[in-house]
């Protein structure tokens, strides 16, 4: 399986409502949203207003990845929004459990994340039970960073656990993904890549999406 989650952080938000446009019209499987508190991570970004209006134009699947403190807070308020998949970090939640299960009787895909410097191992028994497991290949934070070598080894750890777990979560990865490494994350066991620079900054970002998916076959 190849997919592509754009990240719109990396978009020109004076012109948002194009940028959703081409990504509902090009082969991208969701639109990823990077959600930041200014705690969380050194960042603030974009909050539900937005994600109201973008919802009113996506026909792809919200990927939203919240990166902010006690996300168990606001999860109804997400999903009222418009959030199709809401991915929570490991490291933000005290009760990760309760979080997933908070998020899933909202109606929605659960995800969860783990930093770069986090060891795959913390979600063995997490895993059965989310849709999705996102690997941060760059400290989270901010958007055009460098890729992450040992990225590559988590991921696949994190395959390795899903086939001892008899799992079916998708295997996420974002920051710093392009064309260089899709193929290695891919073969490590990668289902859905998020890029953000590499796509909103090619002269054709609709070709680079299609590029990416095609690394894999």
């Known amino acids: 399986m190849a997919m592509i989650a754009p990240s ?6 004076m012109h948002l409502g194009d940028a959703i446009s081409m990504l509902n019209k090009s082969e991208a499987d969701f639109i990823h949203l990077d959600i930041m508190d200014g705690l969380f991570v050194p960042n603030i970004t974009i909050g539900f207003p937005v994600i109201k209006q973008i919802r009113t134009i996506a026909v792809k699947p919200l990927d939203v990845h919240l990166m902010i403190v006690k996300p168990e807070r606001y999860i109804q308020t997400f999903a009222d929004s418009g959030s199709d998949i ?8 005290t009760h990760l459990h309760r979080t997933v299960q908070q998020i899933k009787q909202c109606g929605k895909k659960a995800g969860v994340s783990i930093n770069p410097h986090t060891p795959v191992k913390v979600l063995e ?8 497991v996102l690997i941060m290949s760059v400290n989270p934070g901010f958007a055009a960073q460098h890729f992450i070598p040992f990225s590559i080894d988590k991921v696949k750890e994190l395959y390795s656990l899903r086939q001892q777990k008899n799992a079916s979560f998708l295997i996420e990865v974002d920051g710093g993904v392009s064309i260089e490494n899709a193929l290695s994350l891919y073969k490590a066991g990668a289902d859905v890549l ?4 590499s796509i909103f900054s090619d002269a054709n970002p609709a070709q680079m999406i299609t590029q990416l998916k095609a690394m894999k076959q």
């Open 86 to 93: 809401i991915t929570v970090h490991y490291e933000a939640c």
């Open 8 to 13: 719109i952080l990396s978009a020109d938000f």
């Open 194 to 197: 998020v890029a953000g620079n």
């Open 125 to 132: 028994y997490i895993v059965s039970e989310v849709d999705m």
